[in-house]
């Protein structure tokens, strides 16, 4: 063989392996977990088994099942390296017990059951996602270790420090060793409570790309595509019509991204948005998911969300809103989840289908819950109605008092043009 | 593996429920107890007087401290302890929820830490 071929050829492996990484990385990964039942020797077989690739495919070319060859390679790998060090007795026992006689290569019996193997990634999930861990724990666990982003990666997505999030995956990964939290999938009665578990932590993944105003945008725009991209693979493992209709509502509100933020990097209102700038591919596969998940009749928390945000994307602006159906929904929406945030978000559409006056006396009421008393948005909103209604004195009362109740700089903003806008009319 | 499930209540919201209903937990748990063993989830567990009648002490310099009442004052208190013998956290919960005093305290659930003479897993 002469240089320039071994040149090719460690080109050509180097670019397979950098695709299977991307693209099944994981799953080989959670394979692994299964098979080792550790995190940490997981992790250390997935990159041993990529570095003997580099050197032996070069060799003996690149093998026909590579995603399977790497799995028995980081497997046997393992085994082999515990062997060697004489520690962890009974996991080797166990280990070595189950492998077989015969040449790796072709290490077939692992790997035939492929339903097995295709779980792996939904039984890292739901470890991730277990219920036993702390809801932060189970952001920074799903994210390192289904998504496969870096530490560095979520610690300033999430605004921490890089030792903070490391300490919290740790702290995760020794839980579930130690407490044995198993890597499995849930017990049939237990799947519809575990799922709302996996999907709240794929909401608050998604909440933190789409709501956080802080933060390097690069970072955020990642945790929103991670969550769309958990939420895409969820719904091709489990029919679930929640999972769809959280996919619908997070495709619902990416769909708005570009006509969300103003140069200044402002949070434009819905009602003021530019609606052009609306994503329609999204819009019109978010729309499609609502029909799907609210055919039957029996609606969840993010199906309500998801059937509101479809109503606000069907319509060419805030006038031509089914502002009757949005309100039905809302209703719906308040018996499952009841908030009085939510109960806020239905004044503003009573106010756009009967008028200011109706949505000032449920503003009114709500302003006598202690949590409301604390939450910028509600005086925000009460001013707004009572700018409509012409009080204006007493809108500027209320705009005055939620400036005081939000730190965050763009609320600011917005509150302080809105008084600008009402002191000049 | 061994967990130990720890069951806590409010001593006080147990004195307002009325003798029957006292006696109708206390038969739930006696019931419980008694299917947990028979699976084989059950090694061994007791339910405990108040902790009024507690007494803690402290071995303080070679001397022992003695104090009347819980090592803590907390909201709710230690009443009674299963250990249990399962497969894992996911059947240790599982078989914990079935515990009657769930429905008024909490379960804390803790996996056993094996003594060993050297190489003992540290805090």
């Known amino acids: 063989m002469n240089k320039e071929n071994t040149l090719v050829r460690t080109e050509a492996v180097k670019n397979k392996l950098a695709a299977i990484y991307r693209d099944e990385g994981r799953r080989i990964y959670a394979t692994l977990i299964r098979l080792l039942g550790d995190f940490e020797l997981a992790e250390e077989a997935l990159h041993d088994a990529f570095s003997i690739a580099m050197t032996k495919w070069q060799v003996e070319g690149i093998p026909n099942k590579p995603a399977n060859w790497l799995v028995s390679t980081g497997r046997f790998k393992a085994i082999d390296q515990l062997r060697r060090q004489h520690r962890h007795r009974e996991i080797v026992a166990q280990l070595a017990s189950e492998l077989p006689d015969q040449d790796l290569a072709n290490d077939e019996f692992l790997l035939a059951d492929e339903q097995l193997i295709a779980d792996d990634q939904l039984r890292l999930i739901f470890t991730c996602c277990h219920p036993a861990l702390d809801t932060k724990v189970q952001v920074a666990l799903t994210l390192r270790e289904v998504c496969g982003l870096t530490t560095e990666q979520i610690a300033s997505a999430f605004l921490t420090s890089v030792s903070t999030m490391a300490q919290r995956i740790v702290r995760g990964k020794q839980k579930i060793r130690t407490a044995h939290i198993p890597f499995q999938l849930p017990p049939q009665a237990q799947l519809e409570e575990r799922i709302d578990a996996v999907l ?46 959280l996919l619908a509502l997070m495709l619902l509100n990416e769909s708005r991204r570009n006509a969300r933020i103003n140069k200044q990097g402002d949070i434009i209102l819905l009602a003021e948005q530019d609606r052009s700038l609306w994503n329609q591919t999204l819009i019109q596969e978010g729309i499609a998911l609502v029909k799907s998940s609210t055919a039957g009749g029996e609606y969840g928390f993010y199906t309500l969300q998801a059937a509101i945000a479809a109503e606000h994307a069907q319509a060419c602006n805030a006038n031509d809103t089914n502002w009757q159906q949005v309100l039905t929904w809302y209703s719906l929406l308040l018996q499952v989840a009841p908030s009085p945030v939510i109960e806020l978000n239905r004044a503003v559409a009573v106010a756009m289908h009967h008028g200011p006056e109706a949505a000032l006396l449920l503003v009114e009421q709500l302003l006598q819950q202690k949590v409301m008393q604390k939450y ?46 009402l002191s000049a009319s | 593996m061994k967990y130990v499930a720890l069951v806590y209540y409010d001593e006080a919201v147990m004195q307002t429920l009325s003798q029957q209903q006292w006696d109708e937990l206390n038969q739930e748990c006696i019931a419980c107890g008694d299917s947990l063993r028979e699976r084989n989830y059950m090694l061994g567990g007791q339910a405990l007087q108040p902790t009024t009648i507690a007494t803690t002490l402290r071995v303080r310099s070679g001397q022992v401290e003695i104090t009347d009442g819980p090592f803590a004052e907390t909201k709710e208190q230690l009443a009674g302890f299963y250990l249990l013998d399962v497969k894992d956290l996911n059947e240790a919960i599982q078989v914990a929820s079935k515990i009657p005093p769930a429905r008024y305290g909490s379960i804390e659930i803790r996996p056993v830490r094996e003594l060993q003479a050297t190489g003992n897993q540290s805090y």
């Open chain 1, 376 to 421: 910028h948005l509600c005086f925000a909103t009460y001013a707004e109605l009572l700018g409509q209604v012409g009080r204006k004195d007493e809108a500027r009362t209320a705009l005055k008092h939620a400036l005081t109740l939000t730190k965050q700089a763009p609320e600011q903003r917005i509150l302080k043009s809105k008084l600008a806008a």
């Open chain 1, 200 to 245: 709240s932590v794929i909401y608050l993944v998604y909440n933190e790309g789409y709501s956080s105003s802080a933060g390097d945008s690069v970072t955020r725009t990642e945790l929103t595509t991670e969550a769309i991209r958990l939420a895409r693979q969820l719904q091709s493992f489990l029919a679930d019509k929640e999972i769809t209709g």
